[in-house]
């Protein structure tokens, strides 16, 4: 079982398309984070979420935490080629463990 | 460029090989991490140390062989290996450990591991 289930798992979607990858967990976290991966490269840190209902703003990307603090979901507006890669949300737990999500590769078709 | 440099960027290995990854990074952090990719699954975290003492070994095989000589590095010593060990071995280093902070995790870009 995933502590933190991406969905979808996959997704390909023409240039121009909006969009929603969302990270879902039965536990509560104090913050959450965003990280892409792209072919060949280690994750980058998009964002992190710390308030419960926070919505955070990165050029095309929206990140919203749950109030709960339980789940997160990002929001590509208008997605270009460059968005290509692996997004992984990702959260800390048992105090020391980091742990990411199972992961959403997206493909931007020019 | 990444400010976490790891080495070799490709290594293909026997069973029988004794190997070592290396990690380092100059930002001054205090925690470093080892994590386990296999095509297209998340990165698994496999060890963490803080202040350059192991704090979290994630029930890892003996066969991976952990060392922090300073501050600013991190080995992962390899003794034989098995074909299903193959995966991206991603090096990444954090201000402190992750506590209740909200601390990025800084990656290196990985060494490819191929066991024959």
């Known amino acids: 079982t995933q502590l933190l289930e991406q969905s979808p798992q996959f997704l390909s979607i023409q240039e121009g398309e909006n969009l929603t990858v969302y990270c879902n967990s039965s536990?509560?976290?104090?913050?959450l984070q965003w990280y892409r991966q792209e072919p060949g490269e280690g994750p980058v840190l998009l964002v992190t979420v710390v308030t419960g209902g926070e919505v955070k703003k990165l050029k095309r990307l929206t990140f919203q935490f749950g109030d709960a603090r339980k789940d997160s979901s990002l929001h590509i507006t208008a997605a270009q080629p460059g968005d290509t890669g692996l997004y992984l949300c990702a959260a800390v737990y048992n105090f020391n463990k980091f742990y990411f999500g199972s992961g959403t590769k997206l493909n931007v078709k020019p | 460029d990444t400010e976490v440099t790891q080495t070799p960027k490709h290594l293909v290995m026997g069973m029988t090989n004794k190997k070592s990854l290396k990690c380092e990074q100059h930002m001054g952090h205090r925690a470093m991490y080892w994590y386990k990719q296999k095509a297209k699954k998340p990165p698994e975290l496999m060890f963490v140390?803080?202040?350059?003492?192991?704090?979290i070994n994630e029930s890892v095989p003996s066969r991976f062989s952990p060392e922090c000589p300073n501050s600013s590095l991190l080995n992962l010593h390899l003794h034989a290996l098995q074909p299903e060990d193959s995966a991206l071995y991603l090096c990444?280093?954090?201000?402190?450990?992750?506590?209740?902070?909200?601390?990025?995790?800084?990656f290196g870009d990985g060494t490819r591991l191929s066991i024959l």
């Open positions: 990444a280093s954090s201000q402190d450990v992750p506590g209740n902070s909200n601390q990025p995790q800084h």
């Open positions: 140390y803080s202040y350059e003492k192991l704090s």
């Open positions: 536990s509560v976290f104090s913050s």
